[in-house]
């Protein structure tokens, strides 16, 4: 399973007939719910997709796993309640629709290099923690940089890309700076009306 191409699993994943909305659950249990790397590709594509009220259901996820990863060196499983959590399949479908042919262009550069960084289990779990706040949070732009980083980091950990997963790292902090100033310049902004 760890050697399962991500773009094969999310092409299988969008062509499985079903009802109207996927679970987390389902999604989880196709990428054999404890690899983390297949989780971060598949929670994350739909990420890059700007959405009204699924930010936070798909980034729970792939906190609870970054964070077991940098706990553990090693995912856990996803809660129930968690599990249960839904997402359209018509959205899904499109994200994966949009996402695949860049996803398999990633795979055909992708390869082991820089070793060090791609056995860093728990750093990649910090990162993913990074890049899950950002995306639970709605930023315009922000959260496709981090959508874009949290997919990135997921094939670079299935195809023990180093290099890969540095971009990945560089999203993180890229994002997470900017979700900083985002937040300091609207504290200035309210304490400036209050002391006005």
């Known amino acids: 399973m760890p050697h399962v ?3 094969d699993l999310l092409l299988d994943l969008r062509n499985r007939e079903g009802g109207d909305e996927l679970t987390v659950g389902e999604i989880a249990d196709a990428t054999g719910g404890r690899i983390p790397g297949l989780v971060f590709v598949v929670l ?3 990420e890059t997709i700007p959405m009204v009220g699924f930010s936070a259901i798909l980034a729970a996820p792939i906190f609870l796993v970054a964070l077991g990863l940098a706990l553990r060196g090693q995912a856990g499983p996803l809660p129930r309640w968690l599990r249960r959590k839904k997402i ?14 860049w996803i398999r262009r990633l795979e055909r550069v992708a390869k082991p290099r820089w070793p060090g960084l791609a056995a860093a289990h728990r750093l990649h779990g910090l990162v993913g923690i990074l890049l899950a706040i950002v995306l639970a949070i709605p930023i315009p732009g922000l959260n496709i940089v981090a959508a874009f980083g949290t997919v990135g980091l997921g094939i670079g950990i299935i195809q023990r890309d180093g290099k890969l997963i540095a971009w990945a790292v560089v999203a993180a902090v890229v994002t997470s700076v900017g979700m900083a100033a985002v937040f300091s310049g609207l504290w200035a902004i309210f304490r400036s009306g209050f002391s006005g």
């Open 88 to 101: 359209r399949r018509s959205l899904f479908r499109r994200a994966v629709d949009r996402g695949l042919p």
């Open 44 to 46: 994350g594509l739909p």
């Open 5 to 7: 191409p991500a773009s």
